[in-house]
C-alpha cells in the first residue's frame, strides 16, 4: 500500500508563529525520502493552514508528486489548472469544520461534479472523490467518469475498539469491492494512526493511504523521519 503523507499540520504550526519555520518543503523532503509516495496537502477556502505559495512551491520548487485536496470550487480550479498537481481530491468544505467531516455527496451533485472534474480530468490530473463508504456515493462517483475514490475511514477510526468497530470496517471492505468491480481505484484515508490502521491490510487491493494528523504529532516525539518509516512498517506488513 502506497502512503501519502498529508503535510497540512506542518503549515498549522509555522502559521502558529506567521512566520517561515516549520518548512512545509523541508517537511515534504523528509517524507518522501522516508519513504511516502507522495504529499497531500488541502488548500481550504480560508487557507488557515496550507497556503496557494506552498501549493505552488511544492510542485514547482520540490518537484514533488502533489496530491491537491481542494473543495469544488472556481476558484480551487484555477489553481489546479496552473499547478497541475499529479492528483486532485475533492472534497466537502465547510468554514466552521475543525477537520473534513464527511465525505462528499456526489450523488446529489453529480451533473455539477462531472463538469466540474472535466477541465481537471482532461489536463492529465487524476482525481479522486473523497466519500464515505456508501454504494450509491461510489456508484455515482464511477458515472461522473473520475478513475479514484477515497474512502473517508473517519467512522472506523472513531469506532476502533468499540463495539461497532467491525460494522463500520465492514461498510469500508464492501465499498472497496464494490469501486474495484466498477473499475475504481480505492484509496483511503481520515483519522487513521497507529493503532487503527492495520486492519487496512484486511481489506484487498487499497492504492493508497492518506494520513496527516497522526504522522505529524508523532513526529513530535519521534521526528517526522521515523514517523513515517513507522506507519510504513504498519501498512506494508501484510
Ligand atoms: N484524506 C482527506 C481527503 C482529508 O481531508 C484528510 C484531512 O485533511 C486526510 C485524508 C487526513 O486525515 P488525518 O489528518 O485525520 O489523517
Redesign the pocket.
Known sequence: MLLGV?I??IATLRNARGESEPSVIEAAKICLDAGANCI?A?LREDRRHICDYDIFSLKNDLKCKLNM?MAATYEMQKIALEVLPYAC?I?PENRQEV??EGGLDVVSQKDKLAAFVKPLLDAGIKVSM?IDPDKKQITASSDIGVEYV?L?T?SY?RAFGKKNEDEEFSYLKQAASLAHILGLTVNA?????YSNVHRMNEIQGINEL??????ISRAVFVGLDNAVKEILNIINKS
Open positions: 498529508n497540512d499540520h497531500t488541502h485536496e481530491c472534497v477537520t473534513t473523497f477515497e473517508h473517519g477510526s484515508g481520515h483519522g487513521l494512526n492518506n494520513i496527516g494528523h497522526s504522522i
